[in-house]
């Protein structure tokens, strides 16, 4: 199977989770959805990355994104774990593991994904099937595959950086703009390349023209 690319449709699957069995694209519905993979459960990274996901997930609710994980164990051990999960977060604040995790033991879904780590010949479980990397997908209600990220089994993620790349995807889509470097929410935006000179007066008339290609513009959201 090639590898997934941005704009491809996200491959559809059936998984049973933490929160019962679901079809993924019926699962996400008209959201948007992030999902992330974990190289497996009760490691050390990987429950520091899931407690920060729990307490970030009322910011991605408001952003109206679904978040679902998934590792290459079964659930009873998914149910386990997220005591451990939930005893870590406790110490920044009340943290609940009430995102669905997916069972991947048999690696199907990692496949599908092409999230299986070919680079680290150690990252393996006993049965020397290789653990997953740590990948994010961010994904429209198009169910097209906007953002793939993929870290190194021993990096955590930044979920802040995943939360300002859900805002920068959002406001593009709305407002006919893209984002600068180091952009953050409330940062002037540039003005979309597809957008004339005669429409930017209407669209963004508090825009400022940089170069010809390069026009920038105070951007008002929520």
Aim: charged share 25%; with cysteine; net charge negative.
């Amino acid at each position: 199977m090639p590898s997934l690319r941005l704009g491809n449709t996200a491959p559809d699957f059936e998984a049973e989770t933490t929160q019962g069995p679901i079809k993924f694209h019926n699962w996400i519905g008209n959201h948007w959805a992030i999902l992330f993979s974990h190289p497996g459960d009760f490691t050390p990274v990987c429950t520091t990355e899931l407690a920060e996901v729990a307490r970030l997930k009322p910011d991605f609710e408001k952003r109206g994104v679904k978040l679902i994980g998934i590792s290459a164990n079964g659930l009873e051990d998914h149910y386990k774990w997220a005591k451990d999960i939930e005893e870590w977060g406790a110490q920044f604040g009340p943290t609940t593991v009430d995102f669905p995790i997916i069972a991947d033991a048999d690696r199907k879904i990692a496949t599908l994904y092409d999230m299986l780590d070919e680079q680290d010949p150690t990252n393996v479980d006993a049965k020397g099937l290789p653990f997953t990397i740590r990948t994010v997908f961010i994904i429209d209600p198009k169910k097209t595959i906007r953002l793939m990220l993929a870290y190194p089994a021993s990096t955590g993620r930044n979920f802040d950086e995943i939360i300002r790349v859900t805002d920068s995807l959002q406001i593009g889509d709305k407002h006919r703009v893209t984002t600068p470097a180091n952009w953050k929410k409330g940062d002037d935006v540039i003005v979309h390349p597809s957008v004339s000179t005669e429409e930017a007066k209407t669209l963004f008339p508090e825009h400022t023209v940089h170069k010809p290609y390069l026009r920038t513009t105070p951007l008002k959201v929520d």
